[in-house]
């Protein structure tokens, strides 16, 4: 096992009602700066719980963020913030409205320009108190400390942590759920199950009871995937699913483990270059990085594929090859097209992205071992 | 699954050479208690690689917390405290010294007399920073709030949780474990066992994923409790015991679900009334209430058998009978006597127990099912 550090000290207030409790957590007379997306929570219920918890606050609202969301609409919310002394920051929306409200709320006491802290030119600013009430399951950003900013402006997107930028606490109603569009949870899914992955499927056995961990989200994944496919979800599927994205990417299953993250990289790629969604691009990738890397991953791939599917039988490799094909069988299962072919991208797109990779001299997954040669065979083997 | 409210801002700080970390983490110029027990710090070498991590800090001893920490010891420490205006405390040992340790830090500000936070008749005070190296795996101390406190004088014992009295941080490093007697790993193993199956063991299945988990740290201890044994333990072997240990009782485990403890409640009553070691309890009892209470957590039963045991065969009594033999056999196998009259305990014990139920009328386990007629069925059919 690695040496770690671990420390998470966000509250999760999770179930059916817990909307209400936002009068208990925060202070009567704050000054909060409300934050949301493209207006879904109109839809479904949330704003008006919201605004009827906050019932005597003095509350803000700036909605408008986008899914990957934007340098130049963040930095509005921050000025916002300064004229009006905001004490505190409530995201009502997605992973990217959590994810924006992370860089308003650190760029509010920064001397300077706050794209410093994504290009790693100035130490990530204290962040003020912020919270969220999360609608959408799937990045965990309600419990962690990272946050992914777009600029459309330079076509630049970076990912930044911040050491004590963690939610305060966040609130998590699993009836959300409910009323997604099945595009977002086939993307919630394999999102999740990607995340776990990449912090499951590397080159060794680092510790046991992380790997149970990481082996009982995916088994749940796969559980609850045709229940959550339905038109019509029960609570506890729904409410499953939701504690499952959380514990995917909140550091619990990541304890002395080392981490990959190549698919990610890749499929970042993907998505800049065809505007294809984040879980598909995962879809499309990992089943490539788990054939490429199948040599380095061997004793992970065999003991993933015993565990989560069941497989047993066979020599090593034919139990490698039958835990892939399960792998994306199952993504496909949940409405997902594996194949670069299937999206209509080919051969050029692999040279645009592979030349990125060798420029900018990066080598991807634990240890570096996805080098761009590997990126190339990766991206081939899912023409 | 059931509405909850989880929260935990230790920081867990693990690995080899890690307590060296404290003079990173306490800031200098802190007066600081140091608590211990028995003096095992000094023979596995922690003593000195605490005073070198501390050294050219205002340290204050207070060795000789108890197994079972006394009230009147750690009054004395709350007045050393008070009179040298002490910042932080240091426990230093296991789960006894930690607990100790919440008591006195919770002490320090109250004015009054603190076993009033034990019987309920005070508030729990917001305790003074504390923090942990923790020698011995077991409870979990080290990354929760809770601690139950003794009393010699009055012969009580009673638990207690303090909302915002977690360890600052825990250092955990795994070559404690090295030296452990064999006696204090059984105990370990059964009673990390025992608190899994409280927080899994219960009527209905309220959370796939929590299952999991719970099923990933039994499957663990199971797969690891041989190589404990050992003379010559690996470091990754007591590396995930060690973790695994504080995975057990830390509420990762807990989100959701229903708990049930009567196990605990029950083998407490043995070690007051015959001095049996408290891992020696519960593995006498836990076979008797999977047993008795077959009906009521059949459905988790079956589950249990079939994902930690891999039963599959059989009729749903049968799978159950022998998901009972396992556990009872796996206890035997980490060298514990789990039936009554092996420790010369015979009917006139059960009498004093079931009475003291009776009195107090205590309904043990989830919604009370474990009435004081079910705790003597339980006792009977561990003769």
Redesign the interface.
């Known amino acids: 096992?690695?040496?770690?550090?671990?420390?998470?000290?966000?509250?999760?207030?999770?179930?059916?009602?817990?909307i209400a409790m936002l009068s208990k957590r925060i202070e009567k007379g704050k000054k909060i700066l409300m934050t949301y997306g493209g207006g879904s929570i109109f839809k479904n219920g949330v704003y008006d719980q919201v605004k009827k918890a906050l019932d005597g606050y003095d509350v803000i609202e700036f909605g408008g963020i986008e899914a990957n969301p934007d340098y130049d609409t963040l930095v509005k919310a921050i000025a916002i913030c300064r004229e009006n002394k905001v004490d505190m920051i409530l995201a009502v929306g997605g992973g990217s409205v959590v994810d924006g409200t992370k860089f308003i709320a650190a760029g509010v006491n920064f001397n300077g320009d706050p794209w410093d802290f994504l290009i790693g030119k100035a130490p990530v600013c204290k962040a003020i108190p912020f919270a969220s009430v999360l609608t959408l399951p799937a990045t965990a950003s309600e419990m962690n400390n990272g946050a992914v900013i777009s600029r459309r402006a330079t076509k630049e997107k970076y990912a930044f942590h911040n050491p004590d930028g963690f939610p305060v606490?966040s609130i998590l109603d699993?009836t959300v759920v409910f009323s997604l569009p099945k595009r977002q949870i086939s993307n919630g899914i394999v999102d999740i199950y990607a995340h776990t992955f990449e912090q499951y499927l590397t080159t060794s056995i680092h510790?046991?009871?992380?790997d149970?961990?990481a082996?009982?989200?995916l088994?749940?994944l796969v559980?609850?995937a045709p229940e959550l496919l339905k038109d019509d979800r029960s609570?506890?599927a729904c409410?499953?699913y939701m504690?499952?994205a959380t514990?995917g990417l909140n550091g619990?299953i990541a304890?002395?483990v080392d981490e990959d993250w190549s698919t990610h990289m890749i499929g970042h790629e993907l998505t800049a270059l065809h505007g294809l969604d984040h879980g598909v691009t995962l879809a499309i990738v990992f089943p490539g990085v788990m054939s490429v890397m199948r040599k380095e991953k061997r004793c992970k791939l065999l003991q993933y594929g015993e565990r989560v599917w069941g497989i047993k039988e066979g020599s090593e490799d034919e139990r490698i090859e039958s835990a892939i094909r399960k792998t994306d069988d199952f993504f496909r299962s949940v409405g997902m097209k594996t194949r670069l072919s299937e999206h209509g991208i080919g051969q050029e797109t692999i040279d645009v992205i592979v030349n990125r990779f060798r420029e900018r001299k990066w080598n991807l997954g634990e240890g570096g071992i996805v080098t761009p040669d590997k990126v190339e065979q990766i991206l081939k083997e899912r023409l």
Request: aromatic share 16%.
């Open positions: 096992m690695n040496n770690f550090d671990f420390r998470n000290p966000t509250e999760l207030i999770f179930g059916k009602g817990q606490f699993p510790t046991k009871v992380m149970r961990w082996e009982g989200l088994q749940t559980e609850l609570y506890d409410a499953d504690l499952t514990m619990f304890m002395g």
